[in-house]
């Protein structure tokens, strides 16, 4: 259950979800897709809908949030594995224009954390639009730190962490409320 009382169902995303994945891209305004992309996007091919669908789970692993009412796709949060730090991986968060700033965006990083932890990976990289102030405000709750500018871009890393034994001291996000522990 999202802040807003809205329900979702969380799971890994399968090849088979591939119209669904093409219908919530559907569903982005123009500027949501640029954020996501980087660039226009007006369509995803039947090579990147397999791209987005066929993953191993292991270096490459996206979650797929679906509106309990509908079964429409409503967000999905995905990290790729860096080849050349296997201690890294760069994630991506896209969420319908009407499902945004409810809480789905933390949501689905918090468990895409746990996943990425479990297959080793301790550090998160973001490449975000400098105008994307929502992604921004996100990656800020989750206590990322600003590593990098570009002309229209900033790079965002977030460290991974354990639940600690203690919950006195609340972490932002990652932790789910715990005392962080490095990964």
């Known amino acids: 259950m999202l802040r807003d009382g809205s329900k979702v169902v969380i799971r890994q995303v399968q090849p088979a979800d591939a119209p669904l994945l093409a219908d919530g891209f559907a569903r982005l305004s123009d500027k949501s897709r640029r954020m996501r992309f980087l660039a226009r ?8 809908l397999r791209y987005f669908t066929d993953i191993d789970h292991h ?20 990290y790729i594995r860096d080849a050349e730090d296997p201690d890294a991986a760069e994630i991506a968060v896209t969420i319908v224009d009407d499902w945004q700033g409810r809480g789905l965006g933390t949501e689905l990083l918090a468990r895409l954390s746990g996943r990425a932890r ?6 998160f990289t973001a490449l975000v639009a400098d105008d994307n102030t929502a992604m921004a405000g996100l990656l ?11 002309p229209g871009t900033v790079e965002y890393e977030i460290t991974l962490t354990r639940p600690g034994k203690s919950t006195t001291t609340p972490a932002a996000g990652l932790g789910r409320g715990r005392v962080p522990t490095p990964c």
Do not use: W
Not at 118 to 123: F, K, M, Q, V
């Open 41 to 48: 996007k007006d369509q995803l091919s039947a090579a990147e």
């Open 59 to 78: 270096d490459h692993e996206a979650l797929g949030a679906l509106d309990q009412a509908d079964g429409r796709g409503v967000g999905v949060a995905r």
């Open 140 to 150: 800020r709750n989750m206590s990322a730190r600003l590593t990098g500018r570009s």
């Open 118 to 123: 479990s297959e080793g990976i301790c550090r």
